[in-house]
């Protein structure tokens, strides 16, 4: 594939109280013409989250009288102005998507004509945040690019609405912390699971723990389920549920138990991670357990979810050598689809195409497949 083929990549958009409010795309396309360009973004936007979500959209690497004239920007996203080389047809643009743009701070003065709903501030402009912040101006502000806990805390006190950037990644904790004896029956139910285990154990392993009897039961009494009776007891809801589907619940609750101090982000992009493995891995009809893929992408986080190292807790499950030698060795047939995620999470589009020319699958695909994760994220949380 050509290095210029346009490629997506995304950062969380993440709150004061350290939840998911959005994703930052870039599209990068160096060198590439308008008609690609507008090929690329067809492709895309049907895939668009069309809930509340925050999506701030930026051409990076496309100068302005590149930019395709038909891309329209739906009601709940943001277009980013460009900082330089602005032209007639960039502005007009701009013009034409506002108010749903999102102009650089100091920008300002060149967008003096568009009514803009945000503003962004770059790393340098945290400071004097507050300042301008209190002076009466009705955008809001979202901080850019911001990769360390300090900073997110810095630019959301001083006004910023959400910071985009990977500081939630450096967040750091006491495994202490977590809920011990939910993590142990949790871990414990998997194991039992992989090992294919009698019913009866794993309805003993859950008896001793109330909130998850309880949980299990409510979940196989749920729409999703469609029954027309009432399950009262774990081992019909077991029956019922069946064992894929419940290592795939207890996976989604592994994360959870790291209690309520937890940054919901985190949470968030596990989430898309596994889905996001999930769907390469049927693009490119993974020859491996495709269990293996959602699982992978949603234990690679559980060191910052839970405070305990990799390679220590993965010794207390009993999972896949594939999804152990990805994550702790960065070996395996999972590592190349795992390093095509972190492609995806990096500001570096060489480095994702380099990925995808390992795999020889195209961007676009990991694009449109980026967008469905990101969407289904959002589902999980509203349901």
Not at 248 to 256: A, D, I
Not at 298 to 324: C, H, M, V
Request: net charge negative.
């Amino acid at each position: 594939m050509p290095n210029s083929a346009p490629c997506l990549t995304f950062s969380p958009i993440i709150g004061p109280q350290h939840t998911m409010l959005g994703a930052h795309l870039r599209l990068h396309a160096c060198d590439v013409l308008p008609d690609v360009i507008v090929d690329a973004l067809e492709g895309l936007v049907p895939l668009w989250p069309t809930d509340s979500t925050i999506l701030l959209f930026e051409f990076d690497g496309v100068p302005p009288s590149r930019w395709p004239a038909s891309f329209g920007i739906r009601e709940h996203m943001l277009l980013m102005a460009p900082s330089h080389a602005l032209d007639m047809h960039s502005h007009a643009l701009v013009q034409a998507t506002a108010p749903n743009v999102c102009v650089r701070i100091r920008d300002l003065q060149d967008y003096r004509d568009v009514a803009t709903k945000y503003l962004a501030a770059s790393h340098d402009e945290i400071a004097d945040l507050q300042h301008f912040a209190s002076a009466n101006r009705q955008e809001s502000i979202l901080a850019l690019d911001i990769d360390e806990p300090i900073d997110h805390t810095r630019a959301t006190d001083a006004g910023a609405m959400a910071t985009s950037g990977w500081s939630c990644s450096r967040w750091k904790r006491r495994s202490a912390d977590i809920k011990v004896g939910m993590l142990s029956t949790i871990l414990k139910l998997i194991q039992l699971i992989d090992r294919d285990a009698d019913t009866a154990d794993i309805e003993a392993t859950l008896r001793r723990d109330a909130v998850l009897s309880y949980k299990l039961v409510s979940m196989a009494n749920s729409a999703a389920y469609g029954v027309s009776f009432e399950v009262i007891s774990i081992r019909h809801a077991l029956n019922l549920i069946g064992r894929h589907k419940l290592k795939r619940w207890l996976s989604l609750l592994l994360l959870h138990s790291g209690g309520s101090d937890t940054p919901q982000v985190l949470l968030q992009l596990a989430f898309i991670r596994a889905s996001l493995l999930e769907r390469l891995g049927g693009e490119m009809s993974f020859d491996g357990d495709r269990d293996d893929l959602f699982l992978c992408g949603a234990f690679s986080l559980l060191d910052k979810i839970l405070g305990i190292p990799l390679p220590e807790l993965l010794g207390r499950i009993s999972i896949s050598d594939g999804i152990t030698d990805a994550l702790v060795g960065d070996e395996g047939p999972l590592a190349p689809l795992l390093a095509v995620v972190r492609g995806v999470e990096a500001r570096d589009p060489a480095f994702l195409r380099v990925q995808c020319e390992k795999l020889a699958i195209h961007p676009d695909i990991v694009g449109k497949a980026l967008l469905g994760s990101i969407a289904a994220s959002r589902e999980l949380a509203a349901g």
